[in-house]
Structure formats: C-alpha cells, structure tokens
C-alpha cells in the first residue's frame, strides 16, 4: 500500500523551511532598506541644495568680473536697461559702448542660474550704490527670502 510515511512528513516541512526565507523576513528587508534609502535621501538632498547655493554665488562671481572688464573697456557698467546681454552682445541702446570687445565678456549660458532663471542685475545698486547688484531669485523663483546676491545681507529682510 501508498499511504503516507507519518515521521517522513516532519522533515519534508522542515526542509521546507530551511530552503527559503518567510514573507515576514522578506518584509523587514525591504523596510530596513527603505528606511536606509530615506536617510540618504535626505542627506544627498541637502548637498545638492548646498551645491547648487555655491554654484550660484561663484556664477556671480564671475559675471562682477566680466561687469569689471566690461567698464574697463567702456567706462561705464552697463546700464540697468541693457542689462547683463550687454555682456554677451553689444548694445545697440544708448549709451553705446565706447571699445566693446567683439568676442563679448562672458557666455550667455552664465547668465542663468542653477535653477534656470536668469540673474537679476540693477546699477547703481539699491545695496551697492557705487557700482551694481546681482542677485538670482533662489531656487523658489521668487524674490526675497532664499535669493543668493553679491551684496552682505543685514539680517532685517
């Protein structure tokens, strides 16, 4: 007779066991690489955001020094309404540039910030009334609060 081997049958489910993990197990993988994944989320979030900071304030940097180079050859930044084009292109608006450099003084791509927007520029500036601001509108896109500027800030804004 086929009838079943009743101390046979013990083994058979042990060795089940053995051979894989439970879904329970499985589970408390995954919700510990989760968590582990959140956590570095946050981290490389904040750098990301710290970088993008510093990249924005080195761009301004460099458009002062393409502003200063500008004045050196002309004798006058660029006027508010000629705006920082008139770093890339020569202006045609008065007041026309005396010896503008045919090459141009920075690339138009520079003009951007981090987040996509353009630079804001203003001269005589509100904060440095001798020679310009710049500033870019922050990652939120609107003015003031989070705006990274070539000016100190007082801490009253």
Do not use: C
Not at 13 to 26: D, N, P, S, Y
Not at 59 to 76: G, K, S, V, W
């Amino acid at each position: 007779m086929n009838r079943p081997n009743p101390e046979r049958r013990p083994e058979t489910r042990q060795a089940r066991r053995r051979q894989g993990f439970t879904l329970i197990e499985i589970m408390a993988v995954v919700v510990i690489m989760g968590m582990l994944m959140a956590t570095l989320a946050v981290g490389i979030a904040g750098q990301l955001r710290n970088a993008e900071r510093k990249n924005a304030k080195a761009q301004i940097t460099r458009i002062e020094q393409a502003l200063e180079f500008y004045r050196l050859d002309n004798r006058r930044f660029p006027t508010t309404d000629q705006g920082l084009d008139a770093l890339v292109a020569k202006p045609s608006a008065p007041p026309e540039p005396l010896d503008y450099n045919p090459a141009g003084y920075i690339k138009r791509d520079a003009l951007v910030d981090p987040w996509g927007q353009p630079f804001q520029y203003r001269v005589p500036g509100d904060h440095n009334p001798y020679t310009f601001d710049i500033w870019s509108l922050g990652p939120d896109g609107v003015e003031g609060g989070d705006d990274i500027q070539n000016w100190e800030d007082s801490g009253d804004a």
